[in-house]
């Protein structure tokens, strides 16, 4: 019979007491709903960072005796205030939430099974749905190096009526840091999210792509479902075009961290030049100031690479290889746009022979 083990549940929060009132009962119901079918303990860790809305009074009134709250004196970015609630967390299993997130009732339990059947496993991420519509927000990860940059965001499904078994394993390049399980142990050994990243996006990517080469694995589970509200909070407090040179500066450094194939590192070297000269052609600054704002922290990357290319035992090219293959199989479909999407849930419904696709280039 498997055991379940204890889950902590930790939810970073910045600005989000209307966020909170939405979306918390769920994850309420979820953590009692798992404590009740399968004897296990849950704590549920909310992280606010700082925030300068009611949040704070909002969970201490409503949600004291059931949470466990952690107050930041001053904003932080995610990935110190979410470091704060792994080094806060008591159990073996973390299971970490946007506050923008509806969780499925019966969601915790096979993301932590993954865990008692495989002792290399680091992460197992949900499927989440997109509030608002009938598209994913997001599934299994592809991962596929090309043109100088890891391509990670590539979504996949599968048709269950073909999968060679119930328990075959689903790779996933990314769990996502909106909602996802991890081992607390592995997530403290590694260090958390790179902080260096502050105060947003491609945290997730980069501490799985860590995961990885340290030969741990990271898989997705359909049968965990949650419902995300895109973008709720970043997106409605920063001005989308620093949110892009933030986002993009953190993929470089991601690369300029943890990418160790000499062939690979040139040409990633080589694409960044050709993108700046061709946003001088297009009269951008964008990406110009993208590239300032990485080179300026990178003294503190190559610190962090060479403790990475120590911990290394998987290759880059390892691990493409592990996504190339699963994109192959006749169970799984890739998603890349809308169009696929509905092309899926059309076949999904098909007791026909559906057809794996080919990552696109």
Known sequence: MTCFQNVSIVIPNWNGEKLLIE????????????????????????VDDG?????????????????????????????????????AAKYPIIFLLNNDIRVEIDAIAPLVKHFNDDLSVFAV?????????????????????????WHIFINYDVFSLKLPNPDTKLYSFIASGGYSAFDRVKLLEIGGFCELLSPFYWEDAELCYRAWKRGWKIYYEPKSVVYHRSSATIGKKVPSRQVQIIAERNRLLMHWINLHNPTWLISHILWIILKLLQAVIRLDIAYWQTVYNALRLLPQALVLRKKEKLAQVVSDKEITEIFSKQAKENWVMVINDPSDY??????????GKPTGLPIQR
């Open 23 to 46: 979306f918390l009962p769920s994850v309420l119901q979820a953590a009692n709903y798992y404590q009740e079918k399968y004897n296990a303990l849950v704590e549920i860790i909310i």
């Open 51 to 87: 925030s300068q809305d009611n949040s704070v009074n909002y969970l201490e009134t409503n949600y004291k005796a059931q949470i466990k709250l952690i107050v930041l004196g001053k904003n932080q970015g995610f990935a110190k205030a979410t470091n704060q609630g792994f080094l």
């Open 125 to 149: 991420c949900s499927k989440a749905y997109r509030l608002e519509s009938d598209l994913f927000d997001g599934a299994g990860k592809l991962g596929n190096f090309h043109k100088g940059h």
């Open 342 to 351: 509905y092309r899926y849930v059309k076949l999904s419904k098909d007791k």
